[in-house]
Each structure stands twice: as C-alpha cells, then as structure tokens.
C-alpha cells in the first residue's frame, strides 16, 4: 500500500495560515489524496480531498503537487477549533473489496492563542 | 440530520468476557465501516460492509472478533473472550454510495466506543 509521511506535531498562531505538510512519494495514479481530523475524545472527521487539482471548500485547501507527490493542507486561518489530529491518507482499493481509509499517526496541530 | 452514533459509549469487560457494540449508521448510507483505535494511534480498519454484505473483514485481529450487519442499517461488532490487548476506542464510519474512492466515498464518523478490558 501506499504511505504518507506527516510530521507528528507543528503549531500555529491563532489567526494565522497554517500549511499541513504530506508526502507520499509512492502514489498512484489511481489514488486519492483525502484529509481527515480528529479532534479530542471524537471520531475523525472528513476535510477535504483531490486527485490532480488544488482543491477548496469552506473548511480548507488542499495544495497537490505537479507529481502527485506531495501535497499541502492549508488552513487559512486557524482557531482554537482547529486543534486537531490532522491524517493525510491515500485511498486506494484494497484488493479484498473495499477502499478503507489507512490512517497514519497524523500531525498533531496545536494553536496558540 | 442525525449522524452516526454508536452505543455504549463506554464499556468495562472483565477478560474473557463477550461484548457487543452497537453502530447505527446514517440512514440510507450503503457502506460501513469498523475500525479499532488505540491509545495514541491512528484507527486501524477492521471490517467492511456493502449493504448487509460483509465484502472485507481483512482487518480482523482474531477469530474472537465478528461483525454482522443482517438488514443493511444497524451493525454489530462482538468479541467474544475479550483480552486485555482489545482495549481500544472502537470506531463505526457511513458513506452514502459503495466503497470506491471518489466524491461519494466521504466517510463519517462516529463518536466511537471506549472499551476497556480489566
């Protein structure tokens, strides 16, 4: 299976951008790049996910690579609800019938107030 | 709308003990998925349903673990013997269409199940 590799932890400012890095250099092309969080004492929580393009939507953006390789969680402006276990994760079928998320240990994010 | 929720919350097993959680999905939601999470990792897949189809329990730890799901909403993950190493938060996830990889594969969470085995 593919891998991703996170950091395990980076902190922000409250109010400021943050950019979650990801790499995952053994990507294929059939693989799609998904984001979820986990916040304290909660289930994961879905964010955002792309294929080729960079990707928006109201929680966040989502930065890919020309080659697939990388990509980049952007939170434009953390707050203190951001605070979170962030997991990059690529889906990819898993040969015995379903595309089950495969989760690292993520980066955890801390904001500062 | 209602999400997905999952029961007990919390459970205490003496070992050897059998348990059952609890997972109703979102309504109408095709997939469903069960994970184990434990303390300080991310969650691990245990199991895979397509409607009432159990299509993938390659993440099984053991034969002591058995899911069902008989009518296609409402499932069940059972250990049966608990051991101290089940100790986990257990995790049950919907999503609307079959498992495939595209837009309507987003999986939602439950708040998932603490179970500790003493």
């Known amino acids: 299976d593919a891998k991703t590799t996170q950091p395990n932890s980076m902190e922000s400012n409250e109010e400021e951008p943050v950019h979650l890095p990801c790499n995952h250099s053994?990507?294929?092309?059939?693989?799609?790049i998904h984001w979820y969080r986990q916040l304290p004492s909660q289930g994961p929580e879905y964010v955002i996910h792309g294929l080729t393009s960079n990707v928006n939507n109201r929680m966040a953006s989502l930065a890919i690579a020309e080659d697939r390789k990388s990509s980049t969680l952007i939170l434009h402006r953390a707050t203190l609800r951001d605070a979170a276990v962030y997991y990059c994760i690529l889906r990819a079928y898993s040969g015995a019938g379903s595309y089950q998320l495969t989760f690292g240990k993520g980066t955890k994010l801390s904001v500062i107030p | 709308g209602a999400g997905v929720s999952q029961s007990p919350r919390y459970k205490v097993a003496k070992r050897g003990q059998d348990v059952a959680l609890r997972c109703d999905p979102i309504?109408?939601?095709?997939?469903l998925f069960w994970y184990q999470q434990a303390l300080g990792q991310g969650p691990e897949f245990l199991t895979y349903f397509q409607n009432e189809a159990q299509l993938d329990k390659s993440g099984l730890p053991s034969d002591r673990f058995f899911a069902e799901r008989p009518e296609g909403s409402v499932s069940t993950l059972k250990i049966q013997r608990t051991q101290q190493e089940d100790s986990a938060v257990y995790l049950c996830a919907s999503s609307l269409g079959p498992a495939s990889g595209g837009s309507t594969d987003t999986q939602y969470f439950g708040p998932g199940t603490r179970l500790t085995v003493l």
């Open positions: 309504s109408g939601h095709v997939s």
């Open positions: 053994t990507i294929s092309g059939t693989d799609y």
